[in-house]
């Protein structure tokens, strides 16, 4: 199959039409006719080689929604008819046969298949294959395509914690950054019927924090409010791509507390092991959730109304689309049409 994609061909240039011959249909595999692809700051990671691991042409892309176009001769058309709408996340692929597959942790695969790190066959384009078909997640009737798209990404790595660290509903939560992961974090944590306080480094977003379910507002860099908030919580996500200062945002903490990382910081965490031993509080790292996570989140997400709030931009104005981003602009996610 002939592929029409939108490729960068050097680092931080603008997109260009692009094709490709993506070559026989694999057994398991299966092609989708992309309908939306939302724009993740790891798209412009790659796009940018911010993370020196690029190879040009990229094809970014890995927030997924279309409809299966073809399937191969191992998959079964029953539970994945050609013509359903679907959506394909960061994790196109894995080999089932390690123990982290069998054990229904896919996303620790060694031999995933990282749709974001493939260079020239992300989603930004007018079909993308999936790796294997267990991959590829029907979308509930009741999500939109633009919205479902962040939801793949986005919305996975930020509930995935929630089930891992067993955040319950009487849990007094914290979540750092109220931006693209950010804004999902206080709506899934305050449906899952938590007390939410959204934590930020200033002041304007405190409306759009309660709007998605905050029952209180933090502003990081007030050193007062902080220490005053000091053994409030017992978990803290956060979302940002931004060096904190790790021990005052740990002092947050109560007791056997966690903190989860799902922002990529710049630079290495930082940490007194006095912030951390006293108390047995514990880091925790996350990337997006297992097959059984993210059919969960989907789940969870239509029947309780959790929504990204996206952008839609016409393919054709990708740029402004991943300028938006680029900038911090976006409320809350980009979205391309296609």
């Known amino acids: 199959m002939r592929v029409t994609a939108y490729a ?12 490709y011959e993506a070559g026989p249909l694999g057994d398991r595999q299966v092609d989708i006719r992309v309908t939306h692809c939302g724009v993740c700051h790891t798209d412009l ?29 191992a998959v079964d058309p029953d539970r994945l008819p050609v013509g359903v709408r679907v959506g394909l996340g960061a994790i196109a692929g894995s080999c089932f046969r390690c123990e982290w597959c069998v054990g229904g942790r896919q ?5 995933r298949d990282d749709l974001v790190l493939r260079g020239d066959r992300g989603g930004f384009a007018r079909h993308v294959r999936a790796g294997d078909w267990r991959h590829v997640h029907p979308i509930p009737e009741a999500i939109p395509s633009a919205a479902a798209g962040p939801l793949l990404c986005a919305g ?12 319950r509903p ?9 931006g693209g992961l950010g804004h999902l974090a206080v709506q899934f944590f305050a449906a899952w019927g938590c007390a939410v306080t959204a934590i930020s480094s200033s002041p304007g977003k405190e409306d759009d924090a309660r709007r998605f379910g905050a029952t209180g507002y933090l502003v990081g860099r007030d050193e007062a ?4 908030a000091a053994g409030s919580f017992d978990f803290l996500l956060s979302t940002v791509a931004a060096d904190l200062p790790w021990d005052a945002y740990l002092a947050l903490l109560r007791p056997a507390g966690t903190l989860s990382v799902v922002g990529v910081p710049p630079a290495p965490l930082t940490v007194g092991p006095m912030a951390l031993l006293p108390s047995a509080k514990t880091i ?27 952008e839609v931009f016409p393919v054709a104005d990708n740029a402004a689309a991943l300028d938006r981003v680029r900038s911090g602009r976006a409320r809350y996610r980009a979205v391309l049409e296609l």
């Open 8 to 19: 960068a061909h050097r680092a931080s240039a603008p997109l260009e039409e692009y094709t």
């Open 45 to 73: 990671g790659m796009i940018d080689n911010e993370f020196g691991n690029a190879r040009f042409p990229v094809v970014a892309g890995h927030e997924v929604v279309g409809e299966v176009a073809a399937i191969g001769a």
């Open 107 to 111: 996303q620790h695969c060694p031999d």
């Open 156 to 167: 996975t790595t930020v509930f995935a914690p929630l089930l891992r660290h067993g955040v």
């Open 170 to 178: 009487t849990d007094r939560v914290g979540v750092v950054g109220i």
């Open 225 to 228: 409010a902080m220490g005053a």
């Open 284 to 310: 925790s790292g996350g990337i997006p959730g297992s097959i059984g996570d993210t059919r969960a989140m989907l789940d969870f997400a239509a029947r309780h109304g959790v929504r990204p709030e996206v």
